[in-house]
């Protein structure tokens, strides 16, 4: 703590909490990172261990239950280890994962080492946004947990770009080889400097107070907001947890249910609407309405730079629009476009450039509401004592999410069509549009204490 005192004394607050905020919001680079990397060496993989499709399903998607484990017990270490401890160990597990992975001789070897990284994705997803909201000023902190989902993105595209490096650097054979194992080695540079970082940020000051540490969470109150907000803040702090029991109970009594509803379906919906259907089989979409391997490779891309840039566009609005406001606009560009996709397959004209253009047009309004909202919304509607257990359940549910779109995309797509399948997004999309609007209170500009107050 000394360290981080010294190094930030010369600094203004704002400037040093949006250093400590990037510097968690790289485990979202190694999230995105670390579930993207599998795509560009699957293909080498099952060659290389003569894989059948069951196996091979079973080699890319076993990281995604490493995640559900890692989610599962990263609220039960935070509360009782402290914030960066393990966000410290989740970089380890990064790390371990990106060696291990490229390095073994058999299946069973490749699986356990992708088991261990999807431990740290999962516990990284809940906590890089918990840690920013806790140590973020109340006016910017929408800003700052977006940085996590903008993190998720680049890591995504890096390592797309990465995986087209590597594999253009030789043979066929030298890619069932040596090619996919550079490509998971890899990720060892951005764990470790994920690692590093986090050796320089600060614990959570509402983590020390909750643990009855005062003084240490006042100095860091003090560097993060300046002298004269610390006491007031910590008053705040310190008379919030007269009303938490910190008890997996209190999630479930009057008030508080509110809490865990609201972040339950946030956390589920966002994945259920189609995203991940979109972002994992895009290319397969697009050749199978006549797009050849090529061009649908090429529009893959510009899904992933229009994701990124109307990420900004969270990143600029969501602290003065509201993140309200931003989830109703978001949602309904998200069903407009779904319901036109879904009509382009009906009517068989999906072969022209307007299911490129409504694509577009859900990954721009996804990529400014739904895709960084429910990170920022779940880290900051929950009491402090508790926050860690509850964003556990509520993170659980976008892995059981993503897994059940993984899942049933491609038997949606053979059993119904694009149309249907579509049109069940979009029905989603509309239970999730009301659902805000009669459910989700605005939390813009709100400490975490005061947010914590709207439920009762």
């Not at 485990?27 to 069951?54: E, H, N, R, W």
């Not at 995604?64 to 509360?79: K, M, N, P, T």
């Not at 060696?99 to 999807?118: C, D, E, K, M, Y």
């Not at 004592?385 to 038997?411: E, N």
Request: with cysteine; hydrophobic share 55%; charged share 15%.
């Amino acid at each position: 703590m000394d360290s981080s005192k010294n190094q930030s004394s010369k600094q203004s607050p704002i400037k040093f909490v949006i250093m400590i905020s990037v510097a968690a919001a790289i485990g979202g680079l190694l999230f995105g990172y670390d579930t993207a990397v599998i795509a560009g060496a699957i293909g080498s993989i099952q060659a290389k261990f003569d894989l059948s499709p069951a196996l091979t399903g079973w080699a890319a998607s076993s990281a995604i239950w490493g995640c559900i484990i890692g989610v599962i017990i990263a609220g039960i270490l935070s509360d009782k280890f402290g914030r960066k401890k393990v966000l410290i160990l989740s970089a380890i597990l990064f790390a371990v994962s990106a060696i291990g992975s490229s390095i073994p001789n058999n299946l069973t070897q490749f699986v356990i080492a992708r088991l261990i990284g999807g431990i740290g994705v999962g516990i990284a997803s809940m906590l890089s946004p918990m840690y920013i909201s806790e140590i973020a000023p109340a006016k910017i902190r929408g800003t700052l947990v977006t940085l996590y989902q903008l993190a998720i993105v680049l890591g995504i595209n890096i390592i797309y770009f990465v995986n087209l490096k590597i594999s253009t650097s030789g043979s066929e054979q030298w890619n069932i080889d040596t090619g996919w194992r550079i490509m998971l080695g890899s990720e060892v540079i951005p764990a470790l400097l994920f690692l590093i970082l986090l050796l320089f940020i600060p614990e959570s000051p509402r983590w020390l107070a909750s643990k009855g540490k005062s003084e240490d969470a006042t100095l860091i109150l003090e560097k993060l907001n300046g002298k004269e907000q610390a006491t007031k803040l910590l008053k705040e702090i310190e008379e919030s947890f007269l009303n938490e029991k910190g008890t997996f109970k209190e999630l479930f009594q009057p008030g508080l249910r509110k809490a865990m509803i609201v972040g339950i379906f946030l956390a589920l919906f966002s994945q259920i609407t189609g995203i991940n259907a979109i972002i994992y089989y895009a290319p397969e979409i697009f050749k199978s309405v006549g797009f050849g391997t090529e061009s649908a490779m090429f529009q893959t891309v510009i899904i992933g730079i229009v994701n990124t840039l109307f990420t900004f566009v969270a990143i600029a609005f969501i602290d003065k629009l509201g993140r309200r406001t931003l989830l109703l606009w978001g949602i309904s560009g998200m069903i407009i476009c779904l319901g036109a996709v879904g009509l382009l397959f009906y009517l068989d004209l999906s072969s022209g450039p307007w299911l490129l253009l409504f694509i577009l047009g859900f990954i721009a309004s996804f990529a400014m509401s739904l895709g960084p909202i429910p990170w920022v919304l779940i880290s900051e509607i929950f009491p402090t004592k508790i926050r860690g257990i509850a964003m556990s359940i509520s993170i659980l549910m976008v892995w059981i999410g993503v897994v059940l779109i993984t899942q049933l995309t491609p038997m949606l797509l053979d059993g119904i069509g694009g149309a249907f399948t579509f049109w069940v997004f979009m029905i989603n999309a509309i239970i999730l549009l009301i659902f805000t609007y009669k459910m989700i209170p605005e939390t813009k500009g709100k400490t975490l204490e005061e947010i914590g107050k709207l439920w009762h």
